[in-house]
T-cell receptor
Framework: NAGVMQNPRHLVRRRGQEARLRCSPM?????VYWYRQLPEEGLKFMVY????????ESGMPKERFSAEFPKEGPSILRIQQVVRGDSAAYFC?????????????FGEGSRLTVL | DAKTTQPTSMDCAEGRAANLPCNHS???????VYWYRQIHSQGPQYIIH???NNETNEMASLIITEDRKSSTLILPHATLRDTAVYYC??????????FGTGTSLTVIP
């Protein structure tokens, strides 16, 4: 049973370009969470999604960032017009039922470098 | 925001028990204590969680004080592969997991 799959593992973008990060949750999981980790810092919650719905986006920057989890396919975290401060590791997690044990399964992360 | 306080770093000799403390003095009655760890930039890994009773699994033990204001994660026989950042999180159903800065545990040969 494959775990949470994230790709790309590493992404390099120049300032002003767009970055798209993809996350396929564990089989049977319908809840997806995105976290950002700046160098030498802890993980910061960004957004929580269920299929076709954004449940909590309280951690998302107001501009340039968006997330979706369509009915078919992976969840996408999209960053438009990237800036150097967006350089970070972006982790996706999934869970079976949000109101169950609350255990999250994390992917290995996508590391974005903005030149 | 994280509602826990943990030491920034700790060392432990290989083969000895690693005891990682966590203060959560403002914990609410419906909040659980969760522990995750992150090994060198990998994705965080679930370790254990509890509400008010002590818990044990194949990875660790969790001791929660009677007033629930603090807890200790115990790795009974630390190995070099246990070197990681350990996060203590209080969580209630319907909320989000907020990670603090955790405790950086170094297991020394």
């Amino acid at each position: 049973n494959a775990g949470v799959m994230q790709n790309p593992r590493h992404l390099v973008r120049r300032r002003g370009q767009e970055a798209r990060l993809r996350c396929s949750p564990m089989k049977g999981h319908s809840h997806v969470y995105w976290y950002r980790q700046l160098p030498e810092e802890g993980l910061k919650f960004m957004v929580y999604l269920q299929k076709e719905n954004i449940i909590d986006e309280s951690g998302m920057p107001k501009e340039r960032f968006s997330a979706e989890f369509p009915k078919e396919g992976p969840s996408i975290l999209r960053i438009q017009q990237v800036v150097r401060g967006d350089s970070a590791a972006y982790f996706c997690a999934s869970s079976l039922q949000f109101r169950n044990t609350g255990e999250l399964f994390f992917g290995e992360g996508s590391r974005l470098t903005v030149l | 925001d994280a509602k826990t306080t943990q030491p920034t770093s700790m060392d432990c000799a290989e083969g000895r028990a690693a005891n990682l403390p966590c203060n959560h003095s403002t914990i609410s009655g419906n909040e659980y204590v969760y522990w995750y760890r992150q090994i060198h930039s990998q994705g965080p890994q679930y370790i254990i969680h509890g509400l008010k009773n002590n818990e044990t699994n194949e990875m660790a033990s969790l001791i929660i004080t009677e007033d629930r204001k603090s807890s200790t994660l115990i790795l009974p026989h630390a190995t070099l592969r246990d070197t990681a950042v350990y996060y203590c999180i209080v969580y209630a159903t319907g909320n989000q997991f907020y990670f603090g800065t955790g405790t950086s545990l170094t297991v020394i040969p």
